[in-house]
Structure formats: structure tokens, C-alpha cells
């Protein structure tokens, strides 16, 4: 028996999603749903000749009609919103009233928890929402929870990730694979991470550190960014004494915004020139955006999470470090971000996870993560390590 599948919002990341579900999730038919119905059937067209099946069908969809979403969603087995967060909760509660699996790629914590504290009318409808689906949060935590798993009394996790360019451009070295208001957001914080087992705010841009990848990565800096952790703070509050995510860029970003933080760039209140007003955000996204864009984008993801504790009484760390790169259809960012929300909705088609609304870091199991990634020929490179 094949599974019907909805994705909603058709850009980038939503058909990335669409092509894996057509893989791997024993699709009867992809509903791709977008506003603009060109857009939505322009995207079938591609998916079509790239895998020469024809199982996409375009729907004119407003993401902010709940009767619209309702009559679309009554016989789809699994959805996946991929439009901007703010549409996430109608939807949700749209997917509750059909009956409707679904996932989303998340980015706005309180939202996540307004999903979240949906928990038990999910239940009651008897369907899987997993909110917070993507590069990160989502596989960047779903990859934190694997190293736990090696460690038999995890302590303290460290995860670092970043979308980098496959080969980097001065002066910015750096390429803009999603919205340029979301970068600025996550750059404006602060960040909750865990400290002495208790969630802890950490303000962005702070605690710069070097790290060493294989090529062609090289040495990389870290700081702490926000949002990339959603709600595992609270989840792993008094099960963690540490919990950190951090974000991975060439040498000299963090430096070079935190200039621009420093400057007021970051400011959403307005400013006053000669007597006219203006917002400092605007006018540095206007300014930088065409720097860091392209439409040709050749990128490289990476994501590590290091796992420190005890196994048998004895001092243990699991490292784990997985990357990907650009390919002529797809984008890292797209395969890390659409790939890892794909899992979600065919493993919700499949009951495989548990039934409610589930943060990502307790509905996708480690071991289902392991066979969901070699499906996709995802290579976790383990470096597990115990004191003799």
C-alpha cells in the first residue's frame, strides 16, 4: 500500500522534501501545494523528469485558509510545512482536524511550544506533529541524541553546524542559502543552551572557538547563535549539565558581525537621518544581501556532535561528524534540511514514531536515525573513545 503525501510551500526546501518522499516513502502521489500554482507546477515538472515518475501533482494552496488546508490535507497520510513559521500553528491544527500527520521546518520556538502543548488533542486524533524539522534545529539535535547513544551515561553534548560555501569568496567567505531575515534573527538572540543542568540564556556571537574538519573545510570558527536548539534545553534540563549548539563559519565572520551587531545594523527600531526615518535592519540586508546571494549556490553542510560521560564507570566521548555537499539538482542545505524532514513524515505514515505532538529530540530514535541515513548514503563518521 502506498502513502499520499502533501508538502506545503514548494521552494527550495519543499521540494527537496518532495524528491526524498518520491525515494523512499512509498509514495502513491506528492501533493505539492504552493500559493502560486506556476510555482507548484513548475516544481512537479522538475521532480517528474528527475525521477521519471509521475507521482506530482500541483495544488493552488493558500497556507493561511484553514478551510483551503482542511479539504486539502482530509486524505493525505503525511504533510510537511515548509512555508514560513508563522503558518505553522493553523496549520497544525488544520492536520488535527484531518487527521493529517505532520511535520514542519520549525525555526520559531514559541510557536514550537504553542504546537507542542497541543500534545494530547494530537493523541486524540490519533496522528504524529514533529515541529522543529530540518539542518537545524532538527538533524543537528537528531545527530546529538545518536552520540548520546554510544555514551551509556551521557553528561555534557556539544553540537556545531554550519552551511558553508564549497569554495569561499573573500571578503565574506560565506553564501546565503536561507532567508536573510532568519540569519539576522539567529545572529540577534540570545541562545538557550543548558549550563550546570539548567536551561541558561548565552548571548549570540559570544564564546568564539576554532575547530579542525577534514578537507576541504580546514579550520572553522564557532559561536553561539540562537534558536538552533529549540526546546531540548527543557527536554535534557536535569539530564544534561551541558548542552551548547553552536554555528560553524570560515575565519573572520564572527568578527566582521560582530562589528555590524556593534554598529546597531542588527536593529529592527527605527532611526532617524536628515529628518527621515529608516529601520538599520533593512537597510543592512538591502546592502548585503546581493554580496552573499547567488543563484548558482555550490555549498557544503557539516554537523558534530560530541558526546562526553561514562560507559562502565569509565571516562567516554562520541564524536560524530556528518557532511554534505551540492549536487547538480540539489543544494546541501536543501538535501540536510528537506532529507531530514522527509524522515519524519514517512516514519509518521508508517507509525514508527509516537503518536502526539513530539519535540525532534524524542521523536526520531538514534537507531532509526542509522537506518534512515544509510538509505540516503548519509556517512557518520564515529569516533568513540573510553579511558583504559
Not at 6 to 17: D, E, K, M, N, V
Request: aromatic content about 8%; hydrophobic content about 40%.
Amino acid at each position: 500500500m502506498g502513502y499520499r503525501y502533501a508538502i506545503i510551500g514548494t521552494g527550495r526546501q519543499g521540494l527537496s522534501a518532495a524528491y526524498d518522499l518520491a525515494r523512499f516513502g512509498s509514495a502513491e502521489e506528492i501533493l505539492l501545494c504552493d500559493l502560486n500554482f506556476e510555482i507548484a507546477e513548475k516544481g512537479a515538472k522538475k521532480l517528474c523528469a528527475l525521477l521519471s515518475q509521475d507521482l506530482f501533482k500541483p495544488v493552488a494552496l493558500d497556507a493561511g485558509n484553514p478551510n483551503q488546508l482542511r479539504q486539502t490535507l482530509k486524505e493525505i497520510d503525511s504533510a510537511i510545512s515548509a512555508v514560513p513559521f508563522i503558518f505553522n500553528l493553523g496549520i497544525t491544527q488544520a492536520a488535527i482536524d484531518s487527521k493529517t500527520n505532520l511535520c514542519d521546518l520549525g525555526g520559531h520556538t514559541e510557536t514550537v511550544l504553542k504546537q507542542l502543548a497541543l500534545n494530547e488533542t494530537v493523541k486524540s486524533s490519533g496522528i504524529t506533529v514533529v515541529p522543529d524539522c530540518g539542518m537545524g534545529p532538527g538533524l543537528n539535535i537528531s545527530l546529538g541524541v545518536l552520540a548520546m547513544s554510544f555514551v551509556e551515561k551521557p553528561v555534557n553534548l556539544f553540537i556545531w553546524d554550519g552551511g558553508l560555501p564549497r569554495n569561499p569568496t573573500p571578503p565574506w567567505n560565506y553564501i546565503s542559502t536561507f532567508n536573510m531575515n532568519g540569519l539576522t534573527n539567529e545572529y540577534e538572540g540570545p541562545a538557550w543552551f543548558i549550563r550546570d543542568g539548567k536551561p541558561t540564556q548565552v548571548p549570540c556571537l559570544s564564546e568564539v572557538e576554532e575547530l579542525d574538519f577534514p578537507d576541504p573545510l580546514g579550520r572553522l570558527e564557532a559561536a553561539v547563535t540562537a534558536g538552533g536548539l529549540s526546546t531540548a534545553p527543557w527536554t535534557f534540563a536535569g539530564k544534561l549539565q551541558r548542552l551548547e549548539n553552536k554555528t560553524l563559519r570560515y575565519p573572520g565572520h564572527w568578527q566582521t558581525f560582530q562589528a555590524f551587531q556593534q554598529l546597531g545594523l542588527f536593529e529592527q527600531k527605527p532611526a532617524t537621518l536628515k529628518g527621515e526615518n529608516f529601520i538599520p535592519r533593512e537597510i543592512f540586508h538591502a546592502l548585503l544581501q546581493p554580496k552573499i546571494s547567488s543563484d548558482l549556490i555550490r555549498d557544503i553542510c557539516v554537523i558534530r556532535a560530541r558526546c562526553e560521560g561514562e560507559t562502565d564507570g569509565k571516562r567516554a566521548i562520541c564524536t560524530l561528524d556528518l557532511c554534505e555537499t551540492y549536487d547538480a539538482n540539489f543544494t546541501a542545505m536543501e538535501k540536510f534540511t528537506g532529507w531530514h524532514a522527509s524522515m519524519v513524515a514517512i516514519l509518521s505514515a508508517q507509525k514508527k514514531l509516537p503518536q502526539g505532538a513530539v519535540p525532534i529530540e524524542t521523536a526520531l530514535s538514534a537507531k532509526l536515525l542509522i537506518e534512515e541515513a544509510k538509505k540516503r548514503d548519509w556517512a557518520i563518521k564515529n569516533n568513540t573513545l573510553q579511558e583504559a
